[in-house]
């Protein structure tokens, strides 16, 4: 059979828009998916599905409030550019898929609220929401979300959260399921009086973070996972030099943790001298370990914890396995009572090469490349990373070679 035979009528070749695991995004450029983030791309069966509905300005369609009101499951909203204020909505739908066309829409709460709860609640089965900013969100209890996830399984993918009392807060349901990637969250409200956390995950079956930037904190944490599982992978959780957050990364009740490739750092005027924490609040699931691999932990406080651990708090104790992790600046980083402690490297602030305004990357002559071993499997996963942050927001693969460095850049 000749070529030109081999591409005529249903054997034509694939088309461009699918490239492996090369997607399309809402804005029409190529973007990397990792494997978590297919599920929902799949359930339509394409990449990048019809838009069933548009709403903004010139549409038929012109407000939030109408398209929540409207909308049934299995639909696809496209979100023109431009400035939403004051429309807060309930999304119930399932299979829902909402996205930003273009320039980032941004939803202003403007003193507005869906259910004294958030800008969007989102309490129906399968939703994905991309390339959307949310800012302002205020309620009356102090805990005001961009996002509040309250059922089924969410992927919120390339968008921004600013000034809201809590970026995203979920309900406590181990049938629900949280990823989140190539995001951007920043600047708590300044407020003394109330805790506000970037990320607040609740008792939820299972949470994955990636490829997400998060700085500028005050009082409340850059993360927070009540989550039974937990994925952390290649983000940069940096608070940043105005930033006054308490822990960068907690785990208060411990659970699964794969912390794995983040650049992780508390600023000079941190609210409390731990970068990560786990079991503060004591033990909620039946399986609990920490896996923290290949990350690298700044500090820029006089004094601090790389990390901590309240494993007295759980029955047997806990495993805790920190491998070739890189530590820069002043601080404890004390070997698990029960796990494997090894290939844990520090280094000084000037040893290092500034990457998106914070200094991560071992320079190219560091005595320490080439320094540390595999680290192999724990639990479930490999810790071998396979990908590192890009800026502002977003990952890009890694081969890693034989010669392999402590922190979380190849």
């Not at 709403?55 to 939030?64: A, N, Q, R, Y």
């Not at 909402?98 to 259910?115: C, F, H």
């Not at 983040?262 to 609990?288: C, H, K, M, Y």
């Not at 805790?320 to 992790?325: E, F, L, M, P």
Request: charged share 20%.
């Amino acid at each position: 059979m000749s070529a030109a035979t081999a591409q005529s009528g249903d054997m034509l070749p694939q088309a461009p828009s699918y490239v492996g695991e090369i997607r399309r995004g809402a804005d029409g450029k190529l973007i990397a998916l990792p494997e978590a983030e297919l599920s929902m791309q799949k359930r339509w069966g394409d990449a990048a599905p019809k838009a069933t509905m548009r709403v903004g300005s010139g549409e038929k369609i012109s407000t939030l409030t109408e398209a929540a009101r409207l909308a049934r499951d299995g639909e696809v909203i496209e979100i023109r550019p431009g400035n939403y204020r004051g429309q807060p909505v309930v999304w119930t739908q399932d299979n829902l898929l909402i996205r930003g066309v273009g320039e980032r829409p941004v939803m202003l709460a403007d003193g507005r609220s869906a259910e004294d709860k958030a800008t969007w609640v989102v309490r129906g089965g399968h939703v994905r929401i991309e390339n959307i900013e949310f800012r302002g969100a205020r309620a009356s209890h102090a805990n005001g979300a961009g996002i509040r996830f309250e059922r089924g399984e969410l992927t919120v993918h390339g968008c921004r959260f600013a000034d809201n009392e809590m970026g995203i807060l979920t309900a406590n349901q181990a049938t629900m399921a949280l990823t989140v990637s190539d995001s951007e969250f920043a600047d708590a409200p300044r407020d003394a009086r109330d805790v506000h956390h970037l990320l607040y995950v609740g008792a939820i079956g299972k949470f994955v973070l990636r490829g997400s930037r998060f700085q500028n904190g005050y009082l409340g944490h850059l993360v927070k996972s009540r989550a039974r599982e937990n994925h952390i992978l290649y983000n940069m959780l940096v608070d940043g030099a105005t930033g006054r957050a308490s822990y960068e990364l907690e785990f208060p009740n411990g659970g699964i943790a794969y912390v794995i490739g983040n650049v992780i750092g508390q600023s000079a005027g941190t609210d409390n001298p731990s970068l990560v924490a786990f079991g503060a609040e004591g033990q909620r699931w039946p399986e609990n370990a920490l896996y923290l691999a290949h990350n690298t932990l700044l500090n820029d406080a006089h004094a601090g914890s790389f990390l901590s651990v309240w494993a007295d708090r759980f029955a047997g104790g806990v495993d805790v396995w920190a491998i070739n992790n890189l530590s820069v600046g002043n601080g404890n980083f004390f070997q698990p009572a029960q796990g494997r402690f090894e290939g844990n490297r520090a280094v000084g602030r000037g040893e290092l090469i500034e990457y998106a305004g914070v200094p991560s990357r071992l320079a190219n002559l560091s005595p320490l490349r080439g320094s540390v071993r595999v680290p192999g499997r724990g639990g479930e996963m490999d810790l071998l990373p396979t990908a590192e942050f890009v800026a502002p927001a977003g990952t890009r693969p890694v081969r890693v070679s034989s010669a392999l460095s402590p922190g979380a850049f190849q």
